[in-house]
């Protein structure tokens, strides 16, 4: 069965990076994207982008770009964010979420989320 | 830019009941590629419908999904004690998923 499992919970000071791992098992990890979706304290739902893992093309959500990486490490069928620059209003949920073919699809496994906190 | 904006806020009802979301975009989804998810508290998020009116698998028929354009609902023909939770709908058409802001179903 469809697994993604996510790295633990972290704390970080204002102006540090945060990397979230989320390591993919139970179907062909290159054959679908990656994305990463965040959620605030008591917020909704915030898309920040994804991954091909096949070809490592990114995408992410305007709000983000230059201050978020997303990588992948094909041999461990693992994908990683990166976030920098952190600021209190970073801290939040992120889980990271398979799509399908292409970027556009539906995100129909998630992962358990991993909890981001940012304090000085 | 699309904008999904979801109503009510906040839903009151009771088990048995019929509940229906709406869920509304700011431009015509003419791909009709809009979902929707479920999450409770302390949990991921679960799809629950996608293309507008296709259930996920293992998705009770209870709940069912419209619209076209820039008008979508989701339905749930009677509420079991656990439905109680937040929806959201998400455009996936445009490369950058956009969530809507959710609509809180609670106990009346």
């Known amino acids: 069965q469809v697994q993604l499992v996510q790295s633990g919970a972290e704390v970080k000071k204002p102006g540090a990076s945060v990397k979230v791992s989320c390591k993919a098992s139970?179907?062909?990890?290159?054959?679908?994207?990656m994305h990463w979706v965040r959620q605030a304290p008591g917020q909704g739902l915030e898309w920040m982008g994804w991954i091909n893992p096949n070809s490592g093309v990114t995408d992410s959500a305007q709000k983000f770009q230059g201050r978020v990486t997303m990588a992948r490490d094909t041999s461990d069928s693992t994908a990683y964010m990166e976030l920098y620059g952190l600021r209190s209003d970073d801290t939040a949920v992120y889980y990271c979420?398979?799509?399908?073919?292409?970027?556009?699809?539906?995100?129909?496994?998630w992962g358990q989320g991993a909890r981001v906190t940012v304090s000085s | 830019e699309i904008v999904l904006t979801q109503s009510p806020g906040t839903l009151s009802l009771s088990p048995g009941e019929r509940a229906t979301l709406s869920c509304r975009a700011s431009?015509?989804?003419?791909?009709?590629?809009l979902a929707w998810y479920q999450q409770k508290p302390g949990q991921a998020p679960r799809l629950l419908i996608y293309?507008?009116?296709s259930r996920a698998t293992g998705i009770p028929d209870r709940f069912s999904g419209s619209g076209s354009g820039t008008d979508f609902t989701l339905s749930i023909s009677r509420l079991e004690p656990e439905d109680f939770a937040v929806y959201y709908c998400q455009h996936y058409g445009s490369s950058r998923g956009t969530f809507g802001h959710g609509t809180k179903v609670e106990i009346k």
């Open positions: 979420a398979r799509g399908g073919y292409s970027g556009f699809d539906y995100l129909e496994y």
């Open positions: 139970g179907y062909i990890f290159t054959g679908y994207y």
């Open positions: 431009q015509s989804l003419s791909s009709g590629y």
């Open positions: 293309g507008a009116s």
